[in-house]
């Protein structure tokens, strides 16, 4: 399993160490420091996420005119395609008329995975998902291989999968003093301008602590 890190704007250098970067369309477009390590990142040789989703807790598609701005920004290898969160049929609506709007672009785009039941999912072996946390609790059976987004209950939940995970959680845990072991209760979600960073070494102690517990999978 690869790992990525999902840090605020402030901390991008220093917690976001592998080679897997998750980006959002809205702050790469109106960010300059945000834009500018994703830019070098993307210079660099690291694979590229795009999600293109708004910046906030809950699942919704970004304004396409965002998302065309920042696909003329960076050359993602991965576009998480918009979706609703729970919300299946608007999902896989918004899915058609995205793979019109961005024809150059198709072999890059990943289904994100809405609904409120495994019946509905209807997951093909074949496919490459994009999974969002508030979705593992519907799939009895999760796909081995699959682009997982955010942690829904523990570090280690997705041990033996293969993919890649990209998760805040490390970052989440440390900005409030808590090791990575303890994650419960879960921490609140980022806003992504955080500006406090009062425990680094917890912090980063975490961030390595996942990506070790995740080597070699």
């Known amino acids: 399993m690869k790992i990525g890190i999902i840090a605020p704007i ?8 592998t080679d897997v970067q998750y980006v959002l369309p809205r702050l790469l477009v109106e960010e300059s420091l945000y834009r500018d390590f994703y830019i070098y990142r993307e210079k660099k040789g690291d694979t590229i996420i795009l999600d293109c989703r708004i910046p906030h807790w809950k699942r919704q598609p970004e304004d396409f005119n965002v998302i065309e701005k920042a696909l003329g920004l960076l050359l993602p290898d991965f576009i998480v395609a918009p979706s609703y969160m729970f919300n299946s049929k608007l999902t896989r609506e918004t899915f058609k008329k995205f793979l019109k709007e961005v024809p150059h672009h ?34 009895d059976k999760l ?34 003093g808590r090791l990575l072991t303890n994650f419960r209760p879960a921490p609140d ?12 070494k917890i912090t980063m102690g975490n961030v390595k602590n996942l990506i070790d517990i995740y080597k070699g999978e």
Not at 106 to 135: F, N, Q, V, W
Not at 151 to 173: A, D, K, Q, Y
Request: proline letters at 6%.
């Open 189 to 200: 979600s980022l806003t992504l301008y955080e500006e406090e960073d009062l425990y680094p």
């Open 10 to 17: 402030k901390f991008l250098e220093t917690y976001c160490i």
């Open 143 to 176: 796909p081995k291989n699959a682009i997982y987004i955010e942690n829904h209950l523990e570090p280690s939940e997705l041990m033996g999968r293969e993919g890649i995970l990209v998760t805040s959680l490390p970052i989440r845990l440390g900005l409030q």
């Open 106 to 139: 198709k072999g890059k785009i990943i289904r994100c995975i809405e609904g409120t039941s495994e019946r509905e999912l209807k997951l093909g072996k074949d496919s490459l998902y994009a999974i969002p946390s508030h979705m593992f609790r519907f799939l």
